[in-house]
């Protein structure tokens, strides 16, 4: 028991005017209760903690830019724009080129094609360009003492940065990331780093700030570890003749049979089996809603952005780095009058 908690229990005459300081010298900061777990826990010396926390700083910017990310409030036909520029597809290509032998041991390893993994690295940073501007220790730092609504999960990304810093030998105040702290050309949050990065070009280090390989192998092993299937459907449209309930849109109905949708007058333009899993989406294009059942495939890739619309970014643009891959000469040809590449935002990491 510290002097300022004696004052208080001696009933002394000056308590009442020492109350904040003895609160302050009774109860741990919610800083000095993680420095104390972060010991108890991963073995870490609190002291090294509390001056790892004390170099960090709130930034009032980022709890700003939490509560209004962009594919919360865009339609398709305003947010497709973003991802899906000939600047970024072109830079797509260049870096398949440049890594086919890399991309292609990753297909065979972790079983998902090519196309999926560069759209993948494109759509987060554009190949590496835009990684992200925050300090990773400051973003973390925030999110998890001074933004009430998700701190229990920024809390526990803190804690799995501490742990990946003492790790990969990193000084905490050096990983740059994104203003919710996801890391590297795959945008890995500390957890999924830890958990999901490999070393893919065997150096001994899992690098996915400077080394393509290490970030090619961790999207696709990551792919692979929530689920996806080798060949698997991806995403088909289909049409009701009045419109659904909502109860059956997705995230409110999963991946599941398609016994309820058929029920409720879904036409679909191929034969579908009634026990075939899908989830129903729904998406405002330039000519109005459309309908479209999302398979395993593009549930999986939510597993990396919860957004159906980041899913569907991810899933067109692979499908034009597959074509213009395959037809070198068309990509070149519309090199000379394409725009730069649009977006300031890296990914917002629920991965
Ligand atoms: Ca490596």
Not at 336 to 343: L, Y
Request: net charge neutral; with cysteine; proline share 6%.
């Amino acid at each position: 028991m510290n002097t300022q908690c004696k004052l208080l229990n001696a009933g002394s005459v000056f308590a009442a005017l020492l109350t904040a300081m003895v609160m302050t010298g009774c109860t741990p900061t919610p800083q000095q209760q993680f420095a104390a777990r972060m010991q108890t826990q991963y073995g870490i010396d609190k002291r090294e903690v509390e001056a790892g926390l004390q170099q960090a700083e709130k930034k009032d910017d980022i709890i700003a830019l939490m509560t209004k990310p962009a594919e919360a409030v865009k339609p398709w036909k305003d947010y497709a724009p973003i991802f899906l520029t000939d600047a970024r597809r072109n830079n797509g290509v260049a870096f398949w080129r440049e890594h086919a032998d890399t991309l292609a041991k990753a297909e065979q390893q972790f079983g998902v094609p090519a196309e999926y993994i560069v759209a993948i690295i494109g759509v987060e940073t554009n190949y590496g360009r835009i990684m992200g501007k925050h300090r990773v220790l400051d973003a973390l730092n925030t999110l998890a003492f001074y933004y009430p609504p998700r701190s229990p999960y920024f809390t526990g990304e803190l804690e799995q940065f501490f742990v990946l810093a003492r790790e990969q030998n990193w000084d905490l105040t050096t990983p740059m990331g994104s203003y919710a702290g996801a890391m590297g050309m795959g945008q890995f949050m500390p957890t999924s780093y830890r958990k999901w990065a490999v070393d893919f070009d065997g150096d001994g280090q899992v690098n996915l700030f400077q080394t393509p390989a290490d970030a090619i192998g961790s999207v696709g092993n990551y792919f692979r570890i929530h689920g996806w299937q080798t060949g698997g459907a991806m995403m088909l449209p289909v049409s009701f003749a009045a419109e659904p309930a909502g109860s059956l849109l997705y995230p409110k109905r999963d991946v599941a049979p398609l016994n309820d949708l058929f029920a409720a007058g879904m036409q679909a333009p191929v034969a579908l089996q009634p026990d075939w899993q899908a989830a129903l989406l729904v998406f405002d294009e330039a000519d109005g809603r459309h309908y479209y059942l999302g398979f395993n495939n593009f549930r999986v890739i939510t597993r990396y952005n919860k957004s159906p619309l980041y899913a569907r970014a991810v899933l067109e643009f692979a499908g034009q780095l597959k074509a213009a891959y395959l037809q070198p000469s068309t990509a070149t040809a519309t090199s000379a009058t394409t725009p730069p590449a649009n977006s300031s935002r890296a990914g917002v990491g629920s991965r």
